[in-house]
């Protein structure tokens, strides 16, 4: 239900709490006196059958009794009874209610069930069980039972724990941090962390969104909500449970190196989340980012009086990823012209104990005009020489001046040691963020440079894949029903070379002997052209084959291999009597002495789906623990980023002697891998291991694949149900002919589209421009056009129209759907050259069948009056048309599907 009535809560101008009592310890009773203690200016009402009265408030024996409904009703009664009073504030018609009370169970007959089945039906949203409560300080609205009321501030927390609530509460307070609001959701049974975000992404009160998050339940939901809130504002996130244990054991490599807060971490990081370990990062991060938001890069300069405190900085720096920046040869004369000669020379720029307010400003306007630098972090030791404070008034003018209207040149950052009120007070009013040791100050550097990267990632346009690829899924479909149709869960080697060819994945021929006679058959062909074979255990129930002797390499000949295969079905027997063992695996012995050994694979997360995984590979995969994840879908930059985050990537390059490793064609097989998955929801585990890569490609040594069925809940999911990021929509590319008879390729639209929006807009005459956008448009940059290309397939569509012949873009539809996923808005655009050949006829046909095939109810629209070919249009397609009450110059147009 998303942001439904959502504004009641967070705007309430009446409130009523059920199990209001006078006892000292009820919970009923501390958040009456908290309403009270904030100011609350609306209608207060109680409800309990005991009392007429409490704490002076006139009090009723049932919800029915109010006078009218209430904007936000707070629960606060004995578990037994919270399905009646959710029932009677339903009944009212309350829009929202906070259920406070905790133990209403979990699953099919609870009581958290009963509660939720009758605010479905009825259109009330709860917040809860479970929980804290709601706080929205500049509405003076505290609904819950912390020990106080933080003041009003543009922070907005969502915390799954009450108690980490509760306890955010005081720690802020202490602090003077405050709030835009406070969201307990504790067993979210409505009201969920995706539904909040998509409410304070909108909300201007709110400048940053803080996340407690222990668990998700709804991956999709959460994502897409992540991903568009991570778009408007910083978005931080503390996970607990960074150390837990996976319960179940791994049946692959691939799954022992996935635990579960290393999804999380990869979702976090994919959604475009700034994770942080600790309330102390947490507003750290959040002071930052609250100052600034925009940076260049990553190389940061230091400006300092003292040298000890800038070395300290320094290491701090080239911890966390950062980097000295280095200062220009112009800089560097500047410097020198204006400085004394005992200056440092270099980065950190130590310009002495004795620097004074003019030396400072001096020094930071040279470092703000090095294109050398992105940032700089200005530091101050105190001593008797000189006025701190009049240093700082000193910065703040220099940066005054580097301002370019409402925009800071580059961000700077303050560190003042043992800084007063009146240092502290000078920065906070230029909005420059100051901290209090240099440690502190780094990590805010490098908050804002992983928001920027994080932002970055989200509004990338990855390289094209190469033409090349063209997988072919109709091969592959027989082989995973044939498998799936025996009741077997992995594949054997016959199956798996039939899959990983459909997709160009180079793998070892494999084959599989079941006795040692059929494994002397099966090297035969090897060894008779002077290859050696390797032999292994084939076992769905042994997944570390060296470990009961399952793997003997270098076999040049017949004997040796029989004896191999013999030995190997005994000491697996031997080491696993109860394991289902099919016989041997032979390979041709691949000898390539300087590539590199990796691993490549899927695994299956119980709450965020596939999960694709890098890393070093071999035998030693678990104990080196060298990997990376993501959540598919793939392109070629998020493949590389996935890489780089591994100390392997590090020896992909060219050393010494060994020639560099073709890294496109790594990048290339995960995007393969992802693109599989994505296909075939059947499939839970992939692991190639080792995948051997050098200067000549990649090539899969081992593999093994696990499938399952799709649960029948799962299958009418849009998409592939169990991507956590809805997939490209491959099943809606169409082609189609103009009435003229030309060609076109119609398709969802893609991230790497966009080099074709520029020429298509250039095709379009400025007017048309301005009867689709409603204003005169010019600006075609990257931004503007990420809008429109950048598009999360879960809540948008948009069909462009691409010419056979050139490759020309020739027109586009768009459809956005509301929160609730019930109705959607269009836009419909086509190159002014081809009006009345039909493409606009065709789109609007298209995205009519597209909203239908989604379950949305209506398709809305706002026409321009004056364009009367997009109204009659509408008229054809059946769209009702009436007048727009809040803009006199437009109508509304909807059509009900």
């Not at 009741?487 to 016959?494: E, F, G, Q, S």
């Not at 990537?649 to 992802?674: F, H, Q, T």
Request: proline residues 6%.
């Amino acid at each position: 239900m998303s942001t439904y009535r959502l504004d009641k809560l967070f705007s309430a101008r009446s409130v009523a709490v059920i199990g209001a009592s006078p006892r000292q310890s009820s919970s009923g009773r501390a958040v009456l006196a908290n309403l009270r203690s904030a100011g609350f200016p609306g209608a207060i009402h109680l409800v309990n059958p005991r009392y007429d009265e409490i704490e002076s408030v006139r009090a009723v024996k049932s919800y029915s009794d109010l006078p009218e409904a209430a904007d936000v009703a707070v629960i606060g009664v004995p578990p037994p009874a919270v399905p009646d009073a959710v029932a009677a504030v339903a009944q009212k018609g309350t829009p929202v209610a906070i259920v406070i009370t905790a133990g209403l169970g979990h699953g099919p007959a609870s009581l958290a069930e009963r509660c939720e089945q009758t605010a479905r039906a009825s259109g009330l949203r709860l917040v809860g069980p479970n929980c804290l409560g709601v706080l929205v300080p500049r509405w003076k609205f505290n609904a819950s039972f912390a020990a106080s009321t933080p003041p009003a501030g543009d922070l907005c927390l969502i915390s799954q724990s009450g108690a980490i609530a509760a306890g955010l509460v005081e720690w802020a307070a202490v602090r003077g941090v405050g709030f835009s609001a406070i969201v307990s959701i504790g067993d979210s049974i409505d009201v969920d962390f995706a539904d909040l975000l998509d409410y304070f992404a909108m909300d201007r009160a709110t400048r940053a969104i803080l996340l407690y998050v222990e668990s998700i339940r709804d991956a999709r939901k959460f994502m897409s909500a992540a991903r568009a809130a991570a778009r408007a504002k910083p978005v931080l996130v503390i996970k607990s449970g960074r150390h837990a244990q996976g319960a179940k054991a791994a049946l692959t490599h691939t799954g022992a190196l996935a635990g579960s807060d290393a999804v999380y971490d990869a979702a976090f990081r994919r959604a475009g989340l700034l994770r942080v370990l600790d309330l102390d990062e947490l507003f750290a991060a959040s002071e930052t980012l609250g100052h600034l938001t925009a940076l260049s890069g990553k190389r940061l300069a230091i400006l300092t009086n003292g040298g000890g405190v800038g070395v300290l900085a320094v290491d701090r720096l080239v911890e966390l990823g950062g980097d000295l920046a280095a200062i220009s040869p112009a800089t560097m004369q500047k410097l020198n012209a204006a400085l004394p000669p005992i200056w440092s020379q270099a980065n950190p720029v130590d310009i002495a104990g004795d620097a004074d307010a003019a030396r400072y400003a001096i020094a930071l306007d040279r470092l703000l005009d090095d294109e050398a630098n992105d940032a700089v972090l200005v530091m101050n030791v105190p001593t008797a020489l000189a006025s701190p404070a009049a240093a700082a008034k000193s910065v703040v003018a220099v940066a005054a001046q580097h301002r370019t209207g409402l925009l800071r040149s580059k961000p700077i950052f303050a560190m003042w040691i043992g800084q007063s009120d009146a240092s502290a007070k000078v920065f906070e009013d230029a909005r420059i963020p100051s901290y209090a040791t240099e440690t502190a100050a780094v990590f805010g550097f490098t908050h804002l440079v992983r928001y920027q990267e994080a932002r970055n990632l989200l509004m990338a346009v990855p390289a094209s894949l190469p033409r090349d690829f063209a997988p072919n899924p109709d091969t592959v479909r027989p082989v995973l029903n044939a498998v799936l149709s025996e009741k077997r869960t992995w594949l054997d080697p016959a199956e798996l070379s039939q899959v990983f060819s459909a997709y160009g994945i180079a793998m070892t021929p494999a084959v599989l002997a079941l006795n040692p006679d059929e494994a002397v058959a099966a090297a035969k062909p090897f060894l008779a052209g002077g290859t050696p074979v390797v032999l292994k255990i084939q076992s769905p129930d042994i997944v570390h084959k060296s470990e009961v002797g399952g793997v003997r390499l270098n076999l040049a000949n017949e004997r040796a291999v029989r004896e191999a295969a013999d030995d190997i079905l005994k000491k697996a027997r031997a080491a696993k009597p109860n394991a289902r063992i099919t016989g041997v695996t032979v390979f041709p012995m691949i000898v390539r002495p300087k590539a590199r050994e990796l691993i490549v694979g899927v695994a299956d997360d119980p709450t965020f789906g596939p999960v694709i995984a890098f890393g070093q590979g071999g035998t030693a995969v678990e104990v080196i623990s060298d990997k990376a994840l993501a959540l598919p879908p793939l392109d070629l930059d998020l493949a590389r980023g996935l890489i780089a985050r591994t100390r392997v990537s590090r020896i992909l390059k060219a050393y010494r002697n060994v020639p560099a490793a073709d890294e496109l064609a790594i990048e290339l097989l995960l995007v393969k891998l992802s693109q599989l998955v994505a296909d075939f929801p059947e499939i839970r585990e992939i692991d190639l291991n080792p995948v051997l890569a050098d200067e000549t490609g990649v090539i899969a040594v081992d593999a093994r694949m696990s499938l399952a069925p799709i649960a029948a809940s799962q299958r009418a999911y849009r998409g592939n149900p169990r991507f956590a990021i809805r997939p490209y929509p491959a099943e809606w590319v169409r082609r189609m002919k103009l009435r003229d008879g030309t060609p076109i390729l119609v398709r969802p639209v893609r991230p790497e589209d966009e080099p074709l929006y520029p020429p298509f807009f250039a095709a379009v005459t400025p007017q048309d421009l301005r009867l689709r956008f409603f204003a005169p448009v010019k600006d075609f940059s990257h931004t503007f056009i990420a809008r429109f290309t950048q598009i999360d397939y879960a809540r948008a569509m948009a069909f462009i129209a691409i010419d056979e012949a050139s490759g020309a873009m020739l027109g586009v539809v768009r459809l956005h759907s509301d929160a609730s996923y019930q109705s959607g808005e269009y836009a419909v655009l086509v190159r002014s050259d081809l009006k009345s050949h039909g493409l606009g006829w065709l789109l609007m046909q298209l995205v009519v069948e597209y909203a239908r095939s989604e379950g949305l109810r209506t398709i809305t629209g706002q026409v321009l009056r004056e364009n009367a070919v997009m109204l009659d249009m509408c008229r054809e397609l059946g769209f009702q048309i009436e007048s727009d009450p809040q803009e006199p110059s437009t109508v509304l147009v909807t059509l009900r599907l």
